[in-house]
């Protein structure tokens, strides 16, 4: 018997839009062997999903296998008999889905689902399958491993469901897991327990697996080889220390040249200089809960301050008290040293001009039924009362400023383009109004490194160029490190500590700051390792902000 | 528990609250206009004393909120007052043998009863059945198939669907009467049988209207993740609707169920006129055109009673079939 | 009958099994076959069965004509009439490929026949009513001498060649007044759910739009408004109504009161989708830039809003269309004297009666009806062609 566990040869994959069947994958090979973890990396759209999927001889309906093999333990997939792939699915060849929230049937007790393979395939009875399912639970350091199978999933948060799902898949000792982007959805630091647990059952029970996933920092910690994927080919394939030291194609190059673009730090602030927007001890609420606590912080003129924090933290909240859409229940906002009116509605057009917004999903910021020249030519009618000519001179300049081609794009709709130059139309908006303070709301996180790296770039440049100050929104510490002058940290509403970026970089930090810092994946392969021993393995994830808290 | 205990509570006091609004807005839709029942009542050549002396006897001419109170009152205690149309029987030909909205609406509510029953008897396990179908074999002959048909006996007027199965199964084929006139002392199957047209016809709307809410229902369900999960288990494709699906399923389908019962009351006005069938809905009609306004009131009460309850019904049921709050955090 | 059914139901099961066990075998285990699970396999030979019953039907129907009492007459018309409808649908279908500007034969390209039958029989309906006053051979009041209902305008059959549907009781040109009907019951269907949609929309969207108490009030009163079935509501204000107004003024009010209760609906819908779109990142923008409220309501909102409402608005027609006609042939919807479909049904109803010995009259009862059902599952094929249309391109 040989080692081979997977083997795809020339698969070619294609899915149904429009009324016709389109390729989704252009002939792909693939081999996986007995206990070997392969990392599968690409940008969105590259097929990765369907590829891993494929790998378990299933298609989503609406696709379709047109071409190629796949093999798993020498049984042929693509022909096999419906019951023959029924027989393989969640006893030899396992699934972790990306949402592990909606992937869990809201009806049933997770033990419950947890049991449903094995007994199934007749592996385990049912009080065996339970009383191992609660053994994997506890070597997946969930909290309770006793009881915590015996809730419902709307009662278990993200990271735990995400780790009773490779609970799941373990529970018939699979040969074959695939994981499909298991820690997109979750935050930073709750994403390294779910990773170092993966990893680590993957190694006791020397399981293979198929690790998805666009983030190269995580596949580095969990792959023994990687494979990179682009719109349906394969660029490369390589084992993953040669892949991060040596990389071969220009793409897979370039993918690993974005971490490199960085500012440099800015020199310190003139004491007493007016700030472009201070925010003074603001504390908001939304209805009765209150979610911001005594927020303070400056923008001075020319400079970025990004406001990090996870998911929840206040972040996207403190713009909306900024830009009056979530009017303040103590505290004020100051802009050039006038105090704004709290609402929006009460403001100028002066005042509304003068603070603009980039948002975060391109695609919900413009107007899906109207052009480019519209979108851009409103606000500069609206506030300059430019019509005419002289409107199409200035959304020309405009559009030049942003690099795209006048001519070519005025006419266009927003779904003619890609993310990247949607992303820049919202730039343009903004600069529109000619403001002189812009917040950008997790501009970058939605689009694929490189195109992001192009907007970082072209928004430094903006501000090099027309004296912007910018409030960046982020959870993403490789962009705050890219862009900012000074840092904000925020958690549970509350600001934990500010200061300027290479202050902030260098320890000593407040503990919290420490941990966001420390969970941000690095490129070393080695790093997840490190970072483990250096936390001791009871110090991980939950142990860890409880001691913050 | 508590919390869905309390949810229901609310619900519960909501659709009487509800129910009050609606009696309102039936009473002053029929009572603030300005129009001489008295005049209906006793036809074109009445003196002006015996409008007054009418209108005094019906206590119209007490003011508005007094005589909804009043109303509203004698509705709850049961006593649902005397139609137009027999006091002016009583007033025009004498005795006083008033024959009460109570007593003439009793039987006919059986009847309605009896043929919405009927019509839910057939027409739920057929559209259910006919709704997953169509949903598990989505794209096939079968579903485009069901697709157009029911999009056909939805489009069709409830009075062409009467005369069509009038024509085909009671005059070509004389399987059943064309008119519906049930008796008292008729055996249940002959009963049925005579009530089989009326409920026919009904069916074809309803079914038609929830299958393809059943179908939408369950495609909706097939499409999430945690099924797609269940087949990547390796789980046999009757254990993912019976075990996966199903109890996920039950929400909307209760739904689909009360929202097309509710709809049946509505059906069911047409219908019975079409076969002069002794309900409620043909009482009603009658009543709208005679401008019968205590018996217009009381009817209309009736179908919104029903109706309001059925969607109270729904939404009761889809509160206890969400496992999210049976079991709260 | 009922045991024929029986039969091909029981007669399948063995039938089904058969079906998959030689598809196996003839083709030598093909996955199509072998992965065919029973259900699939016993729709197959009960559809094939059906099919063939209805074949064989339509043939003993030819060898049974001749006399005039004939008890396939119906059957072998609607036969006719499926496959005409068909014929003309994939016509249509064709014509509109090939002619047209690029945009259209496009759209032509992706449609399915039902929508195409139904895109050409909107026009046909639509040429009728607009030019009724040309089309119909005579007034929808006139009435012409003697009644005559035999229809086909046959003299050897007792029919009358100037009257090619015949007359109904009181001797008016059945064709006319189907003719008028069309301008009628239609044209006020129509007007009835621009008011209705006039209404709905503009108090959907400023309730998505403004929130606050205007959207709490607007939505409680729509709440208690659909407490009471549509038709349930329609009959009792009808009530009301008609101790105020007669005749043709009570046809207006009725449209009134039709297109209010249908207009919450339509507020129901337009909130939703309104609230979706009020939510998107575009419309914080407008605000912030400072933009009024006719702005945002006709410039961002309802320009995003067109496909989901042009869909509702082709239901909501039918839904108007039909409440109108069964009014109508309540007795209480359109009021003479004009003509429509509702109170043609009503007032021909008898005749269906004669369909065992005369069946061309009772046929000529079931016109009006057939007329209404014919419009209505038009519009409905084109509607669910658009949202299938719509729903397709967000995937």
Known sequence: MSDQLVKIRGLKIEGRSDETWNPIINGVDLDLNKGEVLGLIGESGAGKSTMGLAAMGFTRDGCRISGGSVEFDGIDLVNAPAAVKRGLLGKRIAYVAQSAAASFNPAHKLIDQHTEAPTQHSVQSKAESEKDGIELYRRLRLPDPDNIGFRYPHQVSGGQLQRAMTAMAMSCRPDLIIFDEPTTALDVTTQIEVLASIRDIVEQFNTAAIYITHDLAVVAQMADKIKVLLKGDEVEEADTRTMLSAPKQEYTKSLWAVRSFQRPQKPAVNVGATPVVSVQNVTAAYGTVPVLFDVSFDIHAGRTVAVVGESGSGKSTTARCITGLLPPKQGHIEFDGQVLPLDYRQRDKNQLRQAQMIYQMADTALNPRKTIGELIGRPVQFYSGKTGAEKRKRVDELLEQIELEPTQYFNRLPSELSGGQKQRIGIARALAAEPKFIICDEVTSALDQLVAEGILKLLADLQDKLGLSYMFITHDLATVRAISDEVVVMKDGKVVEQGPKDQMFQPPHHPYTDLLLSSVPEMDPDWLTTLLKERGVDNIGDAAVDKMA | ?329 | MITWLAAVLLGSIPGGWLFRFLGQKLTNNRPYFRDMGFGMAFGYVLGAAILVSAIWMYIVSWSTAGAIPDTYFFYRTAVHGLILFAIMGVAFLWFGRLVGTAGTRKLFRSMPVTAAFGILIIILYAICAIFADFIAPYGQEEVLGNANVVPGGNPALGGNPDFPLGTDQIGRDILSRLIYGAQNTVGIAFVTTCLAFFLGVTGGFLASTLRGWTDQVLSRLVDVLMAIPALIFALLLITAASSLFTGFGLTVAMIVIIAVIDATRVFRLARAVGMNIVVMDYIEAAKLRGEGLGYLIFREILPNATAPLLAEFGLRFCFVFLTIASLSFLGVGIQPPLADWGTMVRDLSQFINFASFAPQVSAVALLPALAIALLTVAVNFVVDWMLHKSSGLKE
């Open chain 2, 1 to 329: 528990m508590g919390s869905v205990g309390k949810i229901i509570l609310q619900r519960l006091a909501l659709g009487a609250l509800t129910l009050v609004i609606v009696s309102f807005v039936i009473f002053a839709a029929v009572n603030a206009l300005p129009g001489d029942f008295a005049a209906a009542i006793l036809g074109q050549g009445a003196t002006e004393e015996a409008k007054t002396a009418i209108r005094a006897d019906i206590g119209l001419d007490r003011p508005f909120f007094e005589r909804y109170f009043t109303w509203l009152g004698s509705i709850l205690t049961g006593d649902l007052g005397v139609s137009y149309a027999q006091m002016m029987f009583a007033t025009n030909l004498g005795g006083d043998q008033l024959i009460s909205i109570t007593d003439q609406i009793g039987p006919r509510f059986f009847n309605t009863m009896f043929l919405a029953g009927l019509t839910a008897v057939i027409a739920v396990p057929l559209s259910l059945t006919i709704g997953v179908l169509a949903a598990l074999y989505r794209g096939s002959v079968f579903d485009r198939v069901a697709n157009v048909t029911t999009l056909s006996s939805i489009s069709a007027p409830e009075f062409f669907l009467a005369y069509v199965l009038i024509l085909f199964l009671a005059v070509i084929n004389p399987l059943f009467p064309v008119i519906a006139l049930p008796e008292d002392g008729m055996s249940l199957i002959e009963r049925a049988r005579i009530t089989m047209l009326p409920a026919l016809t009904l069916t074809l709307v309803v079914t038609a209207h929830m299958m393809r809410m059943t179908r939408a229902a369950i495609l909706n369900l097939l499409a999430s993740p945690y099924i797609e999960m269940a087949r990547l288990k390796g789980v046999s494709p009757m254990r993912v609707i019976v075990v996966h699906a199903l109890p996920n399923a039950l929400a909307p389908i209760i739904n689909v169920i009360a929202l097309n019962l509710a709809y049946l009351i509505t059906g069911v006005v047409v219908v019975e006129v079409v076969f002069v069938y002794p309900g409620i809905g043909q009482l009603f009609v009658d009543a709208v055109k005679n401008r019968d306004i205590p018996m217009v009131q009381v009817c209309c009460l009736i179908f919104a009673a029903a109706y309001i309850l059925l969607n109270l019904t729904a939404d009761v049921m889809s509160i206890l079939s969400n496992p999210r709050l049976r079991h709260p955090k």
